[in-house]
């Protein structure tokens, strides 16, 4: 019985070892930097590898409490099957994946070691007593870890494996801990190893079933679905109940996450829309070349990139914020140019402008595929944009709450400038009334000029941000006009304050929808709503008032 509640185990007891791997890695790297007196004892690291079991577990116990910086990954090594004799001298090695190569490096002398062929070494093997004893060592110094963040990610492992046997380790951990976050994964954890521990008594378990009620997550649910309790009895009523509670947390905090969703949507809509707001809202012109524009910020962004990394390589971190000045001015230019040579002789006749700036959408996807191919380009995002957090049951990544922030400071940037600046001031004369505007001195013409360059510079670091969400490729843009003019159109032409509504409130509609219905549905729906609420409020949310409104 013993023997079938070892392999029982097993797999449990290997999972808890999983969370540690990403930082063992970096372990061996890092290995000859560990000084003589903390590297481990070449007596006792051949203790492990003896056939005698109590010498083993001994080893096992005292290597964990050698205080050795490479005691864990020793010991995860012997649990994952990467500890190994040198049959030359038998010397106990660690295995590492470095690149494609296998790489042993020796714990006794801190270092990183050569790579070996398969026939000058024996893989150590354990058995189920000795992987009881590694399970217990590597939860202890997983627990005692000096990073908060390493003994967070073994306290959620005993969540989700949780193992009777480890009860002690994880009490022991808790009395110390100081950490919230950890200390509260402690208790979780400890709840879920008695709510799934038959031998407990009824009421200890029923305790912990409300602390796993309590806490209201997925991994609590998931430890709630696998214990085993009696039918008909106080305990399987307590879970379901746990359960039924944990559902109804979960699907507010899925909600919650939806509109997170659609905020982050709705600033990348923002983003899209801005420049179109000032080129359709402002200049009435319908510019089907917009989404080019976008492109051409992204593809100057890999291409930033790529410069920098070639000549400046300390630099690449900061390519992305290099790469934004230059999109603008690059997108502007090709907008200033554009409109120079075609959109001025076009001006009033809106039909034509769509027909002219089609032509020149597609004129300016076929130059980007000659250029740099059909294929998507990649760019990489710097390491302060990479990774996500955790909001209670919500995952929040840094490249969205980002293009979020980003997006809301284009727009607070473009309001002042048409509000703040003698451009802005000379944009609304000639909006309002472009005759009146030229009588009073001002260059209509170089206005026009400057608002569509303005528009199209604004879509080039929306192709920016864009690049860290998206694969660049000649068709980004296409991805993005629709939904802008539905945006514009929706939130009131012309009107930029109408624009971040419109681009929020499509945002969220769509996430909310979208689980229910599809996305090809929630698209239909949301283009059938636009379509009946222009019916209603022709001008939009927030219509432009006066003589700019006629």
């Given at each position: ?5 070892d392999r029982r185990r097993l797999p449990r007891i290997l999972s808890t070892s999983l969370a540690l791997i990403l930082t063992l890695a970096l ?136 193992d009777a046997f480890l009860l002690e380790t994880i009490e022991r951990a808790l009395a110390v801990e100081e950490v919230t976050r950890v200390r ?367």
């Amino acid at each position: 019985m013993a023997a079938v509640s070892d392999r029982r185990r097993l797999p449990r007891i290997l999972s808890t070892s999983l969370a540690l791997i990403l930082t063992l890695a970096l372990g061996t790297a890092a290995a000859a930097a560990v000084p003589e007196d903390e590297r481990l004892e070449p007596a006792l690291l051949q203790q492990l590898g003896e056939r005698n079991l109590r010498v083993v577990e001994q080893a096992v116990t005292d290597v964990a409490a050698s205080g050795s910086p490479l005691a864990l990954e020793v010991l995860v090594a012997l649990r994952d099957g990467r500890l190994y004799r040198r049959d030359a001298d038998g010397a106990i090695l660690v295995a590492s994946r470095v690149g494609g190569d296998v790489l042993f490096s020796d714990p006794a002398l801190g270092t990183l070691g050569e790579s070996l062929a398969v026939s000058e070494v024996t893989l150590i093997r354990v058995s189920n007593r000795i992987r009881r004893a590694l399970s217990a060592a590597i939860a202890s110094l997983s627990l005692e870890h000096e990073d908060p963040g390493v003994r967070l990610a073994s306290a959620r492992q005993f969540i989700d494996s949780p193992d009777a046997f480890l009860l002690e380790t994880i009490e022991r951990a808790l009395a110390v801990e100081e950490v919230t976050r950890v200390r509260n994964a402690l208790e979780l954890a400890r709840a879920a190893t008695i709510a799934t521990d038959p031998g407990q008594v009824e009421e200890a378990r029923i305790e912990a079933v409300g602390v796993l009620a309590e806490a209201g997550t997925s991994r609590a649910r998931r430890v709630l679905m696998s214990m085993f309790a009696e039918e008909g009895s106080d305990l399987e009523l307590r879970r379901d109940d746990a359960v039924a509670a944990i559902d109804r947390t979960l699907a507010r905090w899925q909600r919650a996450q939806n509109i997170w969703h659609g905020l982050s949507l709705g600033s990348v809509l923002l983003l899209a829309a801005m420049g179109l707001a000032i080129t359709f809202g402002v200049m009435g012109v319908i510019n089907m070349a917009h989404g080019e524009m976008i492109m051409i910020g992204a593809y100057t962004t890999f291409v930033v990139q790529g410069v920098v990394r070639s000549l400046a390589p300390a630099l690449s971190e900061l390519s992305l914020l290099i790469a934004l000045p230059i999109a603008f001015l690059v997108a502007g230019a090709i907008g200033v140019l554009i409109e120079r040579t075609v959109i001025r002789r076009l001006y009033s006749r809106p039909l034509e402008t769509l027909l002219a700036t089609w032509g020149i959408s597609l004129i300016l996807q076929q130059t980007v595929r000659t250029i740099f191919g059909a294929s998507n380009q990649r760019v990489e995002s710097p390491s302060w944009l990479s990774g996500s957090f955790e909001f209670g049951q919500m995952m929040i990544t840094y490249n969205r709450l980002a293009i979020l922030a980003f997006a809301l400071v284009v727009l607070a940037a473009v309001i002042l400038l048409l509000t703040r600046t003698s451009l802005g001031l000379h944009i609304r004369a000639v909006t309002q009334n472009r005759k009146m505007a030229e009588s009073m001195g001002i260059r209509s013409d170089r206005v026009d000029m400057l608002t569509f360059g303005l528009g199209s510079g604004i879509a080039g670091i929306a192709g920016v941000a864009l690049s860290q969400i998206a694969n660049v490729s000649p068709n980004l843009g296409q991805s993005y006009i629709i939904d802008s003019f539905m945006v514009i159109v929706f939130g009131g032409v012309g009107n930029l304050f109408g624009t971040l509504v419109g681009a929020m409130t499509l945002g969220v509609t769509t996430q909310l929808v979208e689980p229910t219905l599809g996305s090809v549905a929630a698209k239909v729906l949301i283009l059938v709503f636009i379509i009946i609420f222009i019916q209603f409020r022709p001008r939009g949310l927030f219509p432009q008032r006066g003589r700019a409104a006629e």
